[in-house]
């Protein structure tokens, strides 16, 4: 009986030692364990996997490094780099064929990185017209299995753009093409429909995904799902996105009743009606980051419904529509009326977008942000490396505008740092 007893004590002790050598080695592993990070490395970018951006050094480019900016800066604008980084659409369409290698090839996450992201699944709406690799890069940036994706091609796309992206999106069981796409044409009602029509695709499609952010390709995030997950947590059901007091110079969209003539938005001398509710209209943005009870709202209420009918003859509703909608009562997550609730574009989370007439010199007291050191389209600054170092010191999630067609090296450098941060949080 005594041996027995000793025998148990003996294997007791022995299995205590055992559990805490597996503690041990699993707390050495979810910590700097070399055999870990080979586990996963298959996952990370290597310059390998790039074109001919890959010349360029991106640690350095983030460090400033003035060599490695002008080095950027200097390939972009050779024409055998300019010839090199053009992929044709057919590229994509023969890629998946066989959607097991282009998925493997290309690097995709096809399994959550995180329980506490697996828990906070996300729904995104992406516009696009065309540039099918920004798109294609776009995704790839923010797959992962347990989101869902509602894509929108521009029914004037050229037929290659949407046979290529059509074939992407078959390669994922959570990615899908809008079901009713439309004509967009730009500051025109059409672009907010292409949104709506994939918010209601993607509410009916699932009841999991807690919050809903829209995108156009140009689009790439500067967050890793991981941190768009807890930033969007720590939100506790509010939403962000710009919402101000509309301009003076900016009323007209909203008194004069537009036409859509040719696929133009045109102006006429029709004076609108007021908003139904007596509603203030607001000034904001595209752009959005907004909860599932949003976007029930913009659905289902009777007040938002009246007000999408009253906004269709409008210029650019997309910049009004969201921002009005997020200053209506009872809507989930929206905010007050008052001007102490107006949020910037700056302050919310949803885009980083430097217009050319808000830029200036580093210093300057009237500048909001540096000045682009790409160029600018329509106002707006087209990223190139030498923005990237400012981007990353910001607090939003996404930023407009890239252009991998005339440089990609931007894109290439924060799609490298965001994937070694997404598996280096791994534990």
């Not at 890629?95 to 995104?124: I, M, W």
């Not at 967009?184 to 993607?202: E, H």
């Not at 040719?262 to 029709?270: E, F």
């Amino acid at each position: 009986m005594r041996l027995l007893k000793q025998t148990w004590l003996l294997l007791k002790l022995i299995m205590v030692l055992g559990l805490l050598v597996t503690l041990l080695l699993v707390s050495q592993i979810k910590g700097t364990s070399p055999a870990y990070m080979r586990k996963y490395s298959w996952l990370e970018y290597t310059d390998a996997d790039g074109g001919p951006e890959k010349k360029c050094n991106c640690s350095a480019i983030l460090r400033r490094d003035t060599e490695a900016l002008q080095q950027a800066k200097l390939l972009t604008i050779t024409k055998a780099f300019v010839k090199a980084i053009q992929i044709p659409d057919e590229y994509y369409i023969n890629a998946t064929k066989d959607c097991r290698n282009f998925k493997l090839s290309r690097k995709y996450l096809t399994f959550p990185l995180s329980k506490e992201e697996e828990g906070f699944p996300l729904a995104y709406s992406m516009v696009v017209h065309h540039k099918v690799q920004n798109f294609e890069r776009l995704l790839r940036a923010i797959y992962t299995p347990q989101n869902i994706y509602c894509v929108h091609v521009d029914q004037k796309a050229q037929a290659s753009v949407y046979s290529a992206i059509k074939a992407i999106t078959s390669c994922f069981p959570n990615v899908f093409m809008v079901s009713q796409p439309v004509n967009v044409v730009y500051s025109g009602w059409p672009r907010v429909q292409a949104d709506l029509n994939c918010m209601t695709d993607l509410y009916n499609s699932s009841t999991n995904w807690k919050y809903f952010i829209n995108l156009c390709g140009q689009d790439f995030p500067l967050k890793t799902n991981l941190e768009i997950v807890r930033t969007l947590r720590s939100l506790r059901g509010a939403n962000s996105l710009e919402s101000e007091k509309m301009p003076n110079e900016k009323q007209w969209r909203v008194t004069k009743v537009h036409e859509i003539v040719g696929g133009n938005i045109k102006g006429t001398d029709k004076k609108k009606e007021p908003p139904p509710f007596n509603l203030p209209i607001m000034s904001g943005n595209a752009y959005i980051v907004v909860s599932r009870g949003y976007i029930r709202s913009v659905l289902e209420d009777n007040r938002i419904k009246a007000l999408i009918e009253w906004a269709k003859d409008t210029y650019s509703p997309d910049e009004f529509l969201w921002a009005t909608i997020q200053r209506i009562p009872g809507v989930p997550g929206s905010r007050g009326t008052h001007p102490k609730y107006d949020i910037t574009d700056m302050n919310a989370v949803a885009r980083l977008v430097k217009w050319q007439w808000h830029e200036g010199s580093q210093g300057s007291l009237q500048a909001a942000y540096p000045e682009c050191q790409g160029q600018h389209v329509r106002g707006i600054c087209v990223y190139s490396a030498g923005d990237l170092p400012w981007m990353l010191e910001q607090h939003h999630l996404f930023a407009n505008k890239f252009d991998t067609s005339t440089d990609p090296v931007a894109v290439h450098c924060l799609e490298k740092y965001l994937r070694k941060k997404a598996l280096a949080e791994l534990w």
